[in-house]
């Protein structure tokens, strides 16, 4: 986890929530967030942007997970803001489902059981409780992250009960016991939430909230509606299917029932039956038939059995099926699943006969369907099977699994491994693997083959098994050809069902199905999966998926794994239960004894926020009058047929004005379609899918209703590591914003990630942001103060050109990125990146200052581009620049031109001024002992002269190589790797004398080309003149390595050394320092109280006054106009410094420092000035005065 870092003080943050504050009261007051549809129809798709975030579970407060995803929401909306859009986020809150009811009843149990306020046992209850108890919290569901512990315990904490639970929310007993009635939940968190979002700025309507379940007679209203239309055209079936269920809540336990296990399904095998051919021990008892039933999901295999697997350690049970009085022989846990899938005469009810452990059931013969295997087969030991998954019992096919040859390997290697089991050497010696597919490249034995290829030395070679596992059974199911058997050369994926419909029609096997994973209910009760009949929407039917791929086809989803993730889904989705008997929600229409489950009512209620603000008024609940007057019972089913069917005629008989459902109409083919839906990832496979489904449902001939993009995100983490309250790594939106106020959260939620992988919120970053945000506030006040003074005019420099070159670049970019929504890189780009530009140009500026008119567009530009992100900080930067409407009533920047050649200039100019001071830096830093860097002497000579030598052109071998590589670059659209690159170059006849060089340059243009200059890197001529840029930037050099003259010569200059024109290179100059004759000159401020009292430094030959005044204000820190900072000599150079000063009267024996030209005297160290009016040498000493008037 990242090390948390103490704050020094809370000043910047508190700064910005107070701006914050403001800045939210400035858009309620001017309702900056409220979108009606204008009343002429619309143009088209475009002029709109309409998005919604899966509404919250109420259950809790919001936490830092919900606020990652809906930033992604949030950013969008006022990034088309910006661009002309008319845009709507409305937002409201989910209360369907178990939750809620579940919390509320455990409450009220424990006020009857512990009283009030309760007194619970101590810590030795019992743990089967406990884990009940923290199986049911309050905070929203989803977290798929694989911890060890479960998401319920991770948020529970310590918590046993759920009065606890309560407690850790910082609730006293005195609310908490008002929490066992449901509806108080329903009061207490959607205003919290309001609040907390409200808090970090949100562009929501709030106008169009609401909540559902029945609490809600408008939003009840809607879904009946929905429901009766998906009936009434055969999307909604009855009858018996295989469900995820909780015996304990006895009803389908769907996604949002669950503590664990969370979008787990459920796993078909064939459940292979193996007949005892001969009673021992225990068995005798029995007179029915008994059989060991197998789990296998490859039934075609089962031509290879050689015999059956146990675990010796496992306890089994017979019981009685209603099977032909057959007894079975499982374990416990699968007796039970099968119990609930019509195995016994009683659901969920299972008659066990006997008890038994795996050893006592060692070495019975058995006969078991298809195999080929001389019969009998017997019961051997097998050490890697678990009990927690299928039934316990496997069947062994040596030839296709590496695990069955390993454990028969053991045994037939090991004589007292057998003993040790009574297993006789006729049960295991003559078992050799029976080839029954053919594997391409693996051979008829494939388990064999993968078995000698990963060096398998036994069965508890765990890691090197599950490869050559994944292998033979991927290549066998997919590429396998039966060599055996009725189907003999088919290829085994399209033979599968077969088999195993032969096997179930022969009564040999049956169809078996358990959880793919343990799920363990809200209500802490281990779920099964049963045979239920119960009201099912039949997705995955034909005509109907196919609506569904063509809504998918057409949506954009942003990430290319995000459309494979929703294909899966709909290729295995299937008949889902949409009804329950426990919780709260909406009663089935037409059978009132379900309840429409939590994920089934919420699939197009999108359309439902589209009119909502009219209907409730910004309530939850539909409490207030409507602002039409409508009321929740005048909304029948031909009413919202009227509102979303635009054909449907005005219905008879109806009690509300046509006029007033016209505006209901116009809202919703207005904002609908939905242009985007923001979620996390977990709700591709169920929300997200149901969906597209049910919008193909509602308007099958109507695309224009269809969403048109989805975007997800992956979890977040905080500080690294997954979030959790057991852990104190916890951050609730509330928390958050009070800590790193609401733009330092966002740009930290901004910052976290843009991908479908886990995104990270890292504390260190948002107090880094509040720093930024901070100083970009202060630095604009700052500039808004120096503004009079500021260059102007219409000339431009170089810098300035290139600064409004970047400006546009950066701008154009950060457009990009918000379009894509990739807003970690919208957050480089139009913040970041282009701080640093303007920190670049600040610098490069230098004396001449910045130029007003470009630096105040680059504020106004900036406060643009960060407004979706941090809108707080970009509101009140819009409002210091004078503006007196709200920054959201502007528009995206337009982007002038890009000159990408002064950009590359520009890039060129900062990459050698960076080279040159490392070759500064090299030259003065001192080695130590061990090589080990000291710090610079500050009294030691340094130098004060360069030259930078610059090449025309590439030596001619260089040339060779360069149109090579360009040539072999342009052949393969990439470069070959060097040992290509090597062999062509060697048959260069001009490049025998290079050889020992030509490698060392290739890998030097290589890197070039790979760290993005691309082609580029392989020119022999530069796009622009290396020597101008450099010549018009003296001033920015000579500052920068702090220094007194800089030369820009041509390395075909006579002076230049030979080593120098052999390496110098276009685009790479090299620099060459010297230390030219100098005297040390002090400057004494003599002002009472200044801070800084003595600064010196050097005096070179042919320095003028002005340069010592530049030198002056640079060693000073000096910004203003030069004209105010004034230089004193003493008139008496020699007596004039060893006089006492006086400092009422610093002027008495000086004089001012006229402009002119300094001459040095090296021997005595000292300096004359010869003025500009002619006149002869003046000696001036080597110790001034200066002041700032």
Same mark, same amino acid.
């Given at each position: 986890?990242?090390?948390?870092?103490?704050?020094?003080?809370?000043?910047?943050?508190?700064?910005?929530?107070?701006?914050?504050?403001?800045?939210?009261?400035?858009?309620?007051?001017?309702?900056?967030?409220?979108?009606?549809?204008?009343?002429?129809?619309?143009?088209?798709?475009?002029?709109?942007?309409?998005?919604?975030?899966?509404?919250?579970?109420?259950?809790?407060?919001?936490?830092?997970?919900?606020?990652?995803?809906?930033?992604?929401?949030?950013?969008?909306?006022?990034?088309?803001?910006?661009?002309?859009?008319?845009?709507?986020?409305?937002?409201?809150?989910?209360?369907?489902?178990?939750?809620?009811?579940?919390?509320?009843?455990?409450?009220?149990?424990?006020l009857q059981d512990f009283g009030y306020p309760p007194k619970f046992p101590d810590a030795s209850i019992d743990?089967?409780?406990?884990?009940?108890?923290?199986?049911?919290?309050?905070?929203?569901?989803?977290?798929?992250?694989?911890?060890?512990?479960?998401?319920?315990?991770?948020?529970?904490?310590?918590?046993?009960?759920?009065?606890?639970?309560?407690?850790?929310?910082?609730?006293?007993?005195?609310?908490?016991?008002?929490?066992?009635?449901?509806?108080?939940?329903?009061?207490?968190?959607?205003?919290?939430?309001?609040?907390?979002?409200?808090?970090?700025?949100?562009?929501?309507?709030?106008?169009?909230?609401?909540?559902?379940?029945?609490?809600?007679?408008?939003?009840?209203?809607?879904?009946?509606?929905?429901?009766?239309?998906?009936?009434?055209?055969?999307?909604?079936?009855?009858?018996?299917?295989?469900?995820?269920?909780?015996?304990?809540?006895?009803?389908?336990?769907?996604?949002?029932?669950?503590?664990?296990?969370?979008?787990?399904?459920?796993?078909?095998?064939?459940?292979?039956?193996?007949?005892?051919?001969?009673?021992?021990?225990?068995?005798?008892?029995?007179?029915?038939?008994?059989? +060991?039933?197998?789990?296998?999901?490859?039934?075609?295999?089962?031509?290879?059995?050689?015999?059956?697997?146990?675990?010796?350690?496992?306890?089994?049970?017979?019981?009685?099926?209603?099977?032909?009085?057959?007894?079975?022989?499982?374990?416990?846990?699968?007796?039970?699943?099968?119990?609930?899938?019509?195995?016994?005469?009683?659901?969920?009810?299972?008659?066990?006969?006997?008890?038994?452990?795996?050893?006592?059931?060692?070495?019975?013969?058995?006969?078991?369907?298809?195999?080929?295997?001389?019969?009998?087969?017997?019961?051997?030991?097998?050490?890697?099977?678990?009990?927690?998954?299928?039934?316990?019992?496997?069947?062994?096919?040596?030839?296709?699994?590496?695990?069955?040859?390993?454990?028969?390997?053991?045994?037939?290697?090991?004589?007292?491994?057998?003993?040790?089991?009574?297993?006789?050497?006729?049960?295991?010696?003559?078992?050799?693997?029976?080839?029954?597919?053919?594997?391409?490249?693996? @051979?008829?034995?494939?388990? #064999?083959?993968?078995?000698?290829?990963?060096?398998?030395?036994?069965? %508890?070679?765990?890691?090197?098994?599950?490869?050559?596992?994944?292998?033979?059974?991927?290549?066998?199911?997919?590429?396998?050809?039966?060599?055996?058997?009725?189907?003999?050369?088919?290829?085994?994926?399209?033979?599968?069902?077969?088999?195993?419909? #032969?096997?179930?029609?022969?009564?040999?096997?049956?169809?078996?199905?358990?959880?793919?994973?343990?799920?363990?209910?809200?209500?802490?009760?281990?779920?099964?999966?049963?045979?239920?009949?119960?009201?099912?929407?039949?997705?995955?039917?034909?005509?109907?998926?196919?609506?569904?791929?063509?809504?998918?086809?057409?949506?954009?989803?942003?990430?290319?794994?995000?459309?494979?993730?929703?294909?899966?889904?709909?290729?295995?989705?299937?008949?889902?239960?949409?009804? !329950?008997?426990?919780?709260?929600?909406?009663?089935?229409?037409?059978?009132?004894?379900?309840?429409?489950?939590?994920?089934?009512?919420?699939?197009?209620?999108?359309?439902?926020?589209?009119?909502?603000?009219?209907?409730?008024? &910004?309530?939850?609940?539909?409490?207030?009058?409507?602002?039409?007057?409508?009321?929740?019972?005048?909304?029948?089913?031909?009413?919202?047929?009227?509102?979303?069917?635009?054909?449907?005629?005005?219905?008879?008989?109806?009690?509300?004005?046509?006029?007033?459902?016209?505006?209901?109409?116009?809202?919703?083919?207005?904002?609908?379609?939905?242009?985007?839906?923001?979620?996390?990832?977990?709700?591709?496979?169920?929300?997200?899918?149901?969906?597209?489904?049910?919008?193909?449902?509602?308007?099958?001939?109507?695309?224009?209703?269809?969403?048109?993009?989805?975007?997800?995100? &992956?979890?977040?983490?905080?500080?690294?590591?997954?979030?959790?309250?057991?852990?104190?790594?916890?951050?609730?939106?509330?928390?958050?914003?009070?800590?790193?106020?609401?733009?330092?959260?966002? +740009?930290?939620?901004?910052?976290?990630?843009?991908?479908?992988?886990?995104?990270?919120?890292?504390?260190?970053?948002?107090?880094?942001?509040?720093?930024?945000?901070?100083?970009?506030?202060?630095?604009?006040?700052?500039?808004?103060?120096?503004?009079?003074?500021?260059?102007?005019?219409?000339?431009?420099?170089?810098?300035?050109?290139?600064?409004?070159?970047?400006?546009?670049?950066?701008?154009?970019?950060?457009?990009? %990125?918000?379009?894509?929504?990739?807003?970690?890189?919208?957050?480089?780009? &139009?913040?970041?990146?282009?701080?640093?530009?303007?920190?670049?140009?600040?610098?490069?500026?230098?004396?001449?200052?910045?130029?007003?008119?470009?630096?105040?567009?680059?504020?106004?530009?900036?406060?643009?581009?960060?407004?979706?992100?941090?809108?707080?900080?970009?509101?009140?930067?819009?409002? +210091?620049?004078?503006?007196?409407?709200?920054?959201?009533?502007?528009?995206?920047?337009?982007? @002038?031109?890009?000159?990408?050649?002064?950009?590359?200039?520009?890039?060129?100019?900062?990459?050698?001024?960076?080279?040159?001071?490392?070759?500064?830096?090299?030259?003065?830093?001192?080695?130590?002992?061990?090589?080990?860097?000291?710090?610079?002497?500050?009294?030691?000579?340094?130098?004060?002269?360069?030259?930078?030598?610059?090449?025309?052109?590439?030596?001619?071998?260089?040339?060779?190589?360069?149109?090579?590589?360009?040539?072999?670059?342009?052949?393969?659209?990439?470069?070959?790797?060097?040992?290509?690159?090597?062999?062509?170059?060697?048959? #260069?006849?001009?490049?025998?004398?290079?050889?020992?060089?030509?490698?060392?340059?290739?890998?030097?243009? !290589?890197?070039?080309?790979?760290?993005?200059?691309?082609?580029?890197?392989?020119?022999?001529?530069?796009?622009?003149?290396?020597?101008?840029?450099?010549?018009?930037?003296?001033?920015?050099?000579?500052?920068?390595?702090?220094?007194?003259?800089?030369?820009?010569?041509?390395?075909?200059?006579?002076?230049?050394?030979e080593k120098t024109r052999e390496e110098v290179r276009p685009g790479a100059p090299f620099i060459s320092f010297?230390?030219?004759?100098?005297?040390?000159?002090?400057?004494?401020?003599?002002?009472?109280?200044? &801070?800084?009292?003595?600064?010196?430094?050097?005096?070179?030959?042919?320095?003028?006054?002005?340069?010592?005044?530049?030198? +002056?204000?640079?060693?000073?820190?000096?910004?203003?106009?030069?004209?105010?900072?004034?230089?004193?000599?003493?008139?008496?150079?020699?007596?004039?410094?060893?006089?006492?000063?006086?400092?009422?009267?610093?002027?008495?024996? #000086?004089?001012?420092?006229?402009?002119?030209?300094?001459?040095?005297?090296?021997?005595?160290?000292?300096?004359?000035?010869?003025?500009?009016?002619?006149?002869p040498a003046t000696p001036i000493g080597c110790q001034f005065v200066y002041v700032v008037e």
């Amino acid at each position: 986890m990242t090390a948390k870092i103490e704050r020094r003080g809370t000043f910047k943050v508190e700064y910005l929530q107070e701006i914050e504050q403001e800045v939210q009261q400035r858009w309620e007051k001017e309702r900056l967030h409220e979108s009606d549809a204008p009343m002429t129809p619309k143009n088209s798709q475009d002029e709109k942007f309409f998005v919604t975030f899966p509404f919250p579970y109420m259950n809790g407060r919001l936490h830092l997970g919900h606020t990652f995803s809906l930033s992604k929401a949030e950013f969008a909306v006022r990034f088309n803001r910006l661009k002309g859009k008319h845009v709507l986020w409305p937002f409201g809150f989910h209360c369907t489902g178990m939750p809620i009811k579940a919390c509320a009843d455990k409450l009220r149990r424990e006020l009857q059981d512990f009283g009030y306020p309760p007194k619970f046992p101590d810590a030795s209850i019992d743990s089967s409780s406990s884990d009940e108890m923290k199986s049911i919290q309050v905070e929203a569901p989803k977290d798929k992250s694989k911890g060890k512990k479960s998401k319920a315990v991770a948020k529970a904490g310590a918590a046993k009960y759920q009065w606890q639970i309560m407690q850790s929310l910082g609730l006293k007993d005195e609310e908490i016991k008002k929490f066992a009635e449901t509806d108080y939940w329903l009061d207490y968190f959607p205003p919290l939430a309001v609040q907390d979002l409200k808090k970090i700025g949100v562009h929501v309507d709030w106008r169009r909230t609401f909540l559902t379940t029945d609490a809600n007679p408008y939003f009840d209203s809607f879904v009946r509606w929905q429901f009766m239309h998906l009936k009434n055209r055969g999307k909604i079936m009855y009858g018996k299917r295989y469900t995820i269920f909780s015996p304990k809540d006895g009803q389908p336990c769907m996604d949002h029932d669950r503590s664990t296990g969370e979008g787990v399904g459920s796993q078909d095998y064939t459940l292979i039956k193996m007949k005892v051919l001969d009673k021992n021990g225990k068995l005798k008892s029995l007179q029915q038939p008994i059989y +060991l039933v197998a789990a296998t999901m490859r039934p075609e295999t089962m031509y290879g059995q050689t015999n059956c697997w146990l675990h010796p350690d496992i306890t089994y049970v017979a019981w009685q099926t209603n099977r032909d009085n057959e007894v079975w022989i499982s374990t416990r846990r699968a007796a039970r699943n099968m119990s609930y899938q019509g195995f016994t005469d009683e659901e969920g009810k299972v008659t066990e006969l006997l008890i038994l452990t795996g050893l006592e059931l060692m070495g019975i013969s058995l006969s078991s369907p298809l195999t080929l295997h001389p019969s009998p087969i017997y019961t051997l030991p097998m050490l890697s099977i678990k009990e927690d998954k299928g039934t316990g019992v496997v069947t062994s096919v040596p030839s296709d699994s590496p695990d069955d040859y390993a454990a028969l390997v053991d045994l037939q290697r090991k004589d007292a491994f057998r003993k040790k089991y009574n297993i006789e050497d006729k049960m295991v010696l003559p078992c050799n693997p029976i080839p029954i597919i053919e594997v391409p490249s693996l @051979g008829s034995i494939c388990a #064999k083959h993968a078995y000698d290829l990963f060096k398998i030395q036994s069965q %508890n070679d765990k890691e090197k098994l599950a490869e050559a596992k994944q292998l033979c059974y991927l290549k066998g199911f997919y590429d396998g050809v039966l060599l055996v058997g009725e189907y003999k050369g088919q290829k085994v994926q399209d033979v599968k069902k077969q088999v195993q419909k #032969k096997l179930i029609d022969n009564k040999e096997a049956e169809l078996y199905y358990e959880p793919e994973k343990p799920i363990i209910s809200r209500s802490g009760d281990q779920c099964v999966v049963a045979l239920c009949n119960q009201w099912y929407l039949n997705y995955g039917e034909n005509e109907w998926q196919a609506q569904a791929k063509r809504i998918l086809k057409e949506m954009d989803t942003y990430h290319a794994e995000v459309r494979n993730n929703f294909e899966h889904c709909l290729g295995w989705l299937h008949e889902y239960a949409c009804s !329950r008997t426990y919780g709260l929600g909406t009663k089935l229409p037409w059978d009132e004894q379900w309840l429409i489950e939590s994920l089934s009512d919420s699939t197009i209620y999108m359309a439902f926020y589209t009119v909502v603000h009219m209907l409730q008024g &910004g309530s939850f609940r539909g409490e207030k009058p409507s602002p039409l007057g409508i009321k929740a019972a005048d909304m029948c089913p031909e009413v919202w047929d009227y509102l979303f069917f635009k054909d449907t005629p005005y219905p008879d008989n109806c009690k509300i004005e046509q006029k007033n459902l016209d505006k209901l109409r116009h809202e919703f083919e207005y904002w609908y379609p939905m242009d985007l839906r923001v979620s996390g990832k977990d709700l591709i496979q169920n929300h997200l899918t149901f969906m597209l489904y049910n919008h193909a449902a509602m308007w099958p001939n109507d695309d224009t209703k269809w969403p048109k993009g989805v975007r997800v995100n &992956g979890h977040l983490l905080l500080n690294s590591a997954k979030m959790s309250k057991s852990d104190g790594n916890f951050l609730t939106l509330y928390e958050a914003v009070n800590k790193f106020s609401a733009d330092g959260t966002r +740009l930290c939620l901004a910052d976290a990630g843009d991908s479908i992988e886990d995104a990270n919120f890292v504390e260190s970053t948002a107090d880094a942001g509040i720093l930024r945000l901070y100083n970009f506030i202060e630095w604009v006040k700052e500039m808004l103060a120096v503004r009079p003074a500021m260059r102007r005019g219409t000339h431009r420099n170089f810098n300035d050109n290139v600064f409004i070159s970047e400006m546009n670049l950066k701008t154009q970019q950060t457009d990009d %990125n918000y379009k894509k929504m990739l807003f970690k890189e919208a957050l480089r780009t &139009g913040f970041y990146e282009l701080q640093l530009a303007r920190d670049k140009y600040r610098e490069l500026c230098g004396m001449q200052g910045m130029h007003e008119e470009i630096i105040f567009e680059f504020i106004r530009r900036q406060a643009l581009l960060m407004s979706p992100i941090c809108p707080h900080v970009a509101e009140h930067v819009w409002s +210091l620049l004078g503006n007196q409407e709200s920054i959201w009533h502007a528009s995206w920047p337009d982007v @002038g031109e890009v000159n990408e050649l002064d950009i590359l200039r520009s890039e060129y100019l900062m990459e050698a001024a960076h080279v040159f001071r490392l070759n500064l830096k090299n030259i003065l830093q001192v080695k130590g002992k061990g090589g080990k860097e000291k710090p610079v002497d500050p009294l030691s000579l340094k130098p004060n002269r360069a030259v930078v030598w610059v090449a025309k052109s590439y030596p001619p071998w260089q040339c060779c190589v360069l149109d090579t590589m360009r040539e072999l670059y342009s052949t393969h659209q990439a470069l070959p790797d060097n040992k290509v690159l090597a062999a062509t170059l060697q048959k #260069k006849a001009e490049l025998t004398k290079f050889m020992k060089r030509v490698m060392p340059f290739v890998q030097t243009v !290589r890197e070039k080309v790979e760290n993005g200059k691309g082609l580029s890197a392989l020119a022999v001529n530069l796009d622009f003149d290396e020597r101008q840029v450099l010549v018009d930037n003296l001033e920015y050099l000579k500052s920068t390595l702090d220094l007194d003259a800089v030369e820009i010569k041509y390395t075909d200059d006579l002076d230049a050394p030979e080593k120098t024109r052999e390496e110098v290179r276009p685009g790479a100059p090299f620099i060459s320092f010297s230390i030219a004759p100098h005297v040390p000159v002090a400057f004494v401020n003599p002002i009472e109280r200044s &801070g800084l009292f003595q600064v010196n430094t050097m005096v070179v030959e042919g320095e003028t006054v002005k340069s010592l005044k530049e030198k +002056l204000a640079k060693l000073i820190g000096f910004k203003a106009d030069l004209d105010t900072l004034k230089i004193w000599r003493y008139v008496d150079p020699v007596m004039g410094p060893r006089q006492i000063p006086e400092f009422r009267d610093y002027k008495k024996g #000086k004089a001012l420092l006229n402009d002119g030209t300094l001459l040095l005297d090296i021997n005595q160290k000292c300096v004359s000035l010869v003025e500009e009016n002619g006149k002869p040498a003046t000696p001036i000493g080597c110790q001034f005065v200066y002041v700032v008037e």
